[in-house]
Protein backbone atom coordinates (compact mmCIF):
# COMPACT_ATOMS: atom_id res chain seq x y z
CA UNK A 1 0.00 0.00 0.00
CA UNK A 2 1.62 3.60 -0.89
CA UNK A 3 1.77 6.28 1.54
CA UNK A 4 -0.19 7.75 -0.64
CA UNK A 5 -3.13 5.09 0.01
CA UNK A 6 -2.25 5.37 3.70
CA UNK A 7 -3.33 8.94 3.88
CA UNK A 8 -6.89 9.33 2.09
CA UNK A 9 -7.38 5.71 5.20
CA UNK A 10 -6.43 8.31 7.22
CA UNK A 11 -8.66 10.54 5.99
CA UNK A 12 -11.80 8.04 5.50
CA UNK A 13 -11.15 7.35 9.41
CA UNK A 14 -11.20 10.77 10.28
CA UNK A 15 -13.97 11.43 8.17
CA UNK A 16 -15.94 8.57 9.78
CA UNK A 17 -15.69 10.02 13.14
CA UNK A 18 -16.34 13.16 11.80
CA UNK A 19 -19.77 11.97 10.94
CA UNK A 20 -20.13 9.99 14.06
CA UNK A 21 -19.91 13.26 16.33
CA UNK A 22 -22.86 14.89 14.07
CA UNK A 23 -25.18 11.91 14.20
CA UNK A 24 -25.08 10.88 17.77
CA UNK A 25 -23.97 14.57 18.95
CA UNK A 26 -27.40 15.42 17.20
CA UNK A 27 -29.04 12.45 18.94
CA UNK A 28 -28.21 13.81 22.48
CA UNK A 29 -29.27 17.42 21.39
CA UNK A 30 -32.70 16.46 19.77
CA UNK A 31 -33.13 14.49 23.57
CA UNK A 32 -32.22 18.06 25.10
CA UNK A 33 -34.40 20.02 22.94
CA UNK A 34 -37.33 18.19 24.15
CA UNK A 35 -36.43 18.17 27.67
CA UNK A 36 -35.81 21.94 27.71
CA UNK A 37 -38.59 23.81 29.50
CA UNK A 38 -38.59 26.76 27.39
CA UNK A 39 -38.96 28.55 23.97
CA UNK A 40 -35.06 29.59 24.19
CA UNK A 41 -33.73 26.29 25.41
CA UNK A 42 -35.73 24.32 22.78
CA UNK A 43 -34.57 26.87 19.73
CA UNK A 44 -30.86 26.71 21.34
CA UNK A 45 -30.88 22.91 21.23
CA UNK A 46 -31.98 23.45 17.53
CA UNK A 47 -29.32 25.86 16.40
CA UNK A 48 -26.76 23.22 17.72
CA UNK A 49 -28.50 20.54 15.99
CA UNK A 50 -28.21 22.31 12.68
CA UNK A 51 -24.59 23.04 13.16
CA UNK A 52 -23.94 19.59 14.41
CA UNK A 53 -26.02 18.58 11.15
CA UNK A 54 -24.19 20.89 8.74
CA UNK A 55 -21.13 20.59 10.00
CA UNK A 56 -20.56 17.39 10.87
CA UNK A 57 -22.67 14.68 9.88
CA UNK A 58 -23.14 15.76 6.04
CA UNK A 59 -19.36 16.87 4.97
CA UNK A 60 -18.81 13.72 7.16
CA UNK A 61 -20.68 11.25 5.32
CA UNK A 62 -19.57 12.77 2.18
CA UNK A 63 -15.85 12.63 2.41
CA UNK A 64 -16.06 9.00 4.22
CA UNK A 65 -17.98 7.70 1.43
CA UNK A 66 -15.82 9.34 -0.99
CA UNK A 67 -12.77 8.47 0.09
CA UNK A 68 -13.76 4.68 1.26
CA UNK A 69 -14.84 4.20 -2.38
CA UNK A 70 -11.45 6.04 -3.45
CA UNK A 71 -9.75 3.42 -1.13
CA UNK A 72 -11.46 0.10 -2.73
CA UNK A 73 -9.42 -0.17 -5.56
CA UNK A 74 -5.93 0.47 -3.99
CA UNK A 75 -6.65 -1.90 -1.16
CA UNK A 76 -7.57 -4.37 -3.83
CA UNK A 77 -10.61 -5.13 -2.03
CA UNK A 78 -12.77 -4.10 -5.56
CA UNK A 79 -16.28 -4.46 -5.52
CA UNK A 80 -17.34 -7.79 -5.72
CA UNK A 81 -17.85 -8.00 -1.57
CA UNK A 82 -21.24 -8.48 -0.68
CA UNK A 83 -19.89 -6.09 2.58
CA UNK A 84 -18.99 -3.30 0.19
CA UNK A 85 -22.47 -3.37 -2.16
CA UNK A 86 -24.38 -3.47 1.94
CA UNK A 87 -22.02 -0.37 2.56
CA UNK A 88 -22.35 1.25 -0.47
CA UNK A 89 -26.36 0.45 -0.71
CA UNK A 90 -26.63 1.97 2.94
CA UNK A 91 -24.45 5.33 2.76
CA UNK A 92 -26.45 6.00 -0.17
CA UNK A 93 -29.77 5.73 1.17
CA UNK A 94 -28.40 7.92 4.62
CA UNK A 95 -26.96 10.76 2.15
CA UNK A 96 -30.49 10.88 0.33
CA UNK A 97 -32.05 10.67 3.59
CA UNK A 98 -29.72 13.36 5.19
CA UNK A 99 -29.64 15.91 2.25
CA UNK A 100 -33.04 15.36 0.62
CA UNK A 101 -35.05 15.17 3.50
CA UNK A 102 -33.47 15.69 7.28
CA UNK A 103 -31.58 18.89 6.64
CA UNK A 104 -34.00 20.30 4.68
CA UNK A 105 -36.42 20.16 7.81
CA UNK A 106 -34.37 21.11 10.25
CA UNK A 107 -33.83 23.67 8.46
CA UNK A 108 -37.42 24.55 8.08
CA UNK A 109 -37.98 23.84 11.96
CA UNK A 110 -35.45 26.27 13.48
CA UNK A 111 -36.57 28.76 10.93
CA UNK A 112 -39.99 28.48 12.79
CA UNK A 113 -38.74 27.97 16.19
CA UNK A 114 -36.70 31.32 15.56
CA UNK A 115 -39.90 33.49 14.25
CA UNK A 116 -41.62 31.99 17.25
CA UNK A 117 -39.07 32.99 19.75
CA UNK A 118 -39.04 36.71 17.76
CA UNK A 119 -42.50 36.66 18.31
CA UNK A 120 -42.33 35.51 21.90
CA UNK A 121 -44.74 32.48 21.50
CA UNK A 122 -44.38 28.92 19.61
CA UNK A 123 -46.73 29.82 16.20
CA UNK A 124 -48.93 26.74 14.47
CA UNK A 125 -46.05 26.21 12.37
CA UNK A 126 -43.58 25.41 15.02
CA UNK A 127 -46.22 23.08 16.62
CA UNK A 128 -46.91 21.51 13.28
CA UNK A 129 -43.66 20.44 12.65
CA UNK A 130 -42.03 19.87 16.19
CA UNK A 131 -45.08 17.34 16.34
CA UNK A 132 -44.07 15.32 13.72
CA UNK A 133 -41.86 12.27 14.84
CA UNK A 134 -40.72 10.88 12.01
CA UNK A 135 -37.66 13.25 11.29
CA UNK A 136 -36.09 12.31 15.10
CA UNK A 137 -37.02 8.60 14.26
CA UNK A 138 -35.28 8.78 10.71
CA UNK A 139 -32.29 10.79 12.45
CA UNK A 140 -31.89 7.57 14.70
CA UNK A 141 -31.94 5.44 11.90
CA UNK A 142 -29.32 7.56 10.51
CA UNK A 143 -27.16 7.19 13.42
CA UNK A 144 -27.61 3.32 13.55
CA UNK A 145 -26.95 2.94 9.99
CA UNK A 146 -23.50 4.79 11.03
CA UNK A 147 -22.36 2.19 13.44
CA UNK A 148 -23.70 -1.02 10.95
CA UNK A 149 -21.33 0.81 8.52
CA UNK A 150 -18.53 0.58 10.74
CA UNK A 151 -19.51 -3.00 11.75
CA UNK A 152 -19.45 -3.75 7.89
CA UNK A 153 -15.79 -2.17 7.14
CA UNK A 154 -14.36 -3.80 10.70
CA UNK A 155 -15.73 -6.84 10.35
CA UNK A 156 -16.37 -7.43 6.29
CA UNK A 157 -19.07 -10.34 7.00
CA UNK A 158 -19.32 -11.38 3.56
Excluded: C, N
Amino acid sequence: MSTFTEWIRLVHILAAIWLATGAFGGAVVRAYGKRAGDLPGKVAALRIGRRLVTLFALPGSVIAGLTGLSLLDPMGIGFRHGWVHASLAIWLVLLGLGFLYLAPRQKRLLAAAEASLAAGAPSDELKRLASTPLPGILADVSALGVVVLVALMALKPF
